[in-house]
């Protein structure tokens, strides 16, 4: 699976295994190594499970993974992702993360994955330009920056740096917000959020704090289809 994912060369390539009991086993590979929870790849699995007819559309599907039970639905045109929340918790500046991200920070926070950081404003998170070797050396899968909209379309923004995984800047993370929807959930007050994630190709995500767990909904198509030959 390494090997392939390395062949694919990118962001994350998932694999999909059923079980006897109708739900089905998930895996996720980034080029460089294996990862726990990946919320873009879970979203394209249930996506093409229902587009292929190996479930049907009203059904459910159910992943066991190593972040535990996943769960995707069908919302109308969106698939809806139901994932554990992981709240940042706050920790001192780890050294060498402000020469890696080369801005100034509001917070810092500790997940089960990665570092949250907030910056002052949403501009500085579109802007940054991190040193990516430096941000390797960071003993964390990778680092979420983020912060508050100052566009009425959406209420947070965010990037997602993980290049000791292979990945120097992810697309949109999945994963980066169970810990940004909860963190921003309880800072705004509120339990919906539409996040935008800055990266250059960029992406929209809505999501609901809902207890311990955070939905997130967005669109999927497929965009090629091919064959794996030994």
């Known amino acids: 699976m390494q090997a392939v994912a390395a062949e694919m060369n990118v962001s994350e390539t998932a694999f999909v295994c059923p079980r006897e009991d109708g739900d089905f086993d998930l895996r996720w590979f980034t080029p460089a190594a294996e990862v726990a929870l990946c919320g873009h790849a879970t979203l394209s699995t249930a996506h093409i499970l229902w587009e292929t007819g190996v479930l049907a559309p009203d059904r459910p599907a159910r992943f066991h993974t190593q972040s535990g039970l996943l769960a995707a639905t069908k919302q109308g045109t969106l698939v809806e992702l139901d994932f554990p929340a992981n709240p940042p918790t706050p920790v001192e500046p780890p050294e060498g993360l402000h020469a890696a991200l080369g801005a100034p920070t509001t917070y810092i926070g500790k997940t089960r994955f990665d570092l949250l950081v907030e910056l002052e404003t949403d501009g500085a998170v579109r802007r940054l330009q991190p040193d990516f070797e430096r941000v390797k050396a960071l003993d964390f899968r990778g680092v979420i920056v983020t912060a508050r909209s100052g566009?009425?379309?959406?209420?947070?923004?965010?990037?997602?740096?993980?290049?000791?995984?292979?990945?120097?800047?992810?697309?949109?993370?999945?994963?980066?917000?169970?810990?940004?929807?909860?963190?921003?959930?309880r800072k705004l007050a509120k339990d919906r959020l539409v996040a935008f994630q800055a990266s250059p190709r960029s992406g929209v995500l809505r999501c609901t704090?809902?207890?311990?767990?955070?939905?997130?909904?967005?669109?999927?198509?497929?965009?090629?289809?091919?064959?794996l030959a030994a």
């Open 151 to 185: 566009s009425e379309s959406f209420d947070i923004v965010s990037r997602f740096f993980a290049p000791s995984i292979g990945v120097n800047e992810d697309p949109v993370t999945g994963s980066a917000h169970t810990a940004l929807v909860p963190y921003w959930g």
């Open 209 to 227: 704090l809902a207890g311990d767990r955070v939905r997130m909904a967005g669109p999927a198509v497929t965009v090629i289809r091919g064959e």
